[in-house]
Every structure is written in structure tokens, then in C-alpha cells.
């Protein structure tokens, strides 16, 4: 008898190819229904970051759930 297979690995979904329609391509829409911000590579903290991610990119989430989850998770909040 064989064991069961293993379960596969979770993986963020790929970005989507076309902009959201409603948000604009350098945003999208949360689970509070809100626009937000893609996070983004600056130098330095943009107005309305609330987050710096491991991968060094900025974070605009609205809720620490999930804040950059796909960038190697928070390095600090801002």
C-alpha cells in the first residue's frame, strides 16, 4: 500500500496579467474591498508606506494580515 501523496506546497498566485479595471495597474483590491497600493522598490519610505518588506520594497497594506507575503515577510513597520 502507498502512502498518500504529499500535500503540495502553497504558492502565491502569479500577478495578474491584466491591471485590476477598477484600481489601475499598480494596485489592487484587498479583502476590505480597497484599493491599494502594489508594493514598490525606493530608496527610502514612500508617503503612505506602512510596511518594509525582507526584499527591501515597501508596503502600503491596510492590515498586517498578509503584508508582504510574497516579499519574504516585514522587516519593520513603519
Known amino acids: ?3 498518500p501523496p504529499a500535500p503540495a506546497p502553497l ?3 502569479p ?3 491584466n491591471p485590476d479595471p477598477v ?3 499598480d494596485s489592487y483590491i484587498n479583502s476590505r474591498g480597497n484599493c491599494v497600493r502594489r508594493p514598490v522598490e525606493a530608496p527610502s519610505a514612500p ?3 506602512t510596511a ?3 526584499d527591501g520594497t515597501y508596503s502600503f ?3 498586517r494580515r498578509g503584508t508582504c507575503s510574497g516579499h ?3 522587516a519593520s513597520w513603519l
Open 52 to 54: 518594509k518588506c525582507n
Open 15 to 17: 500577478p495578474a496579467s
Open 11 to 13: 504558492v502565491a498566485p
Open 1 to 3: 500500500m502507498r502512502p
Open 61 to 63: 497594506s491596510q492590515s
Open 47 to 49: 508617503a503612505g508606506a
Open 72 to 74: 519574504g515577510g516585514v
Open 23 to 25: 484600481c489601475g495597474p
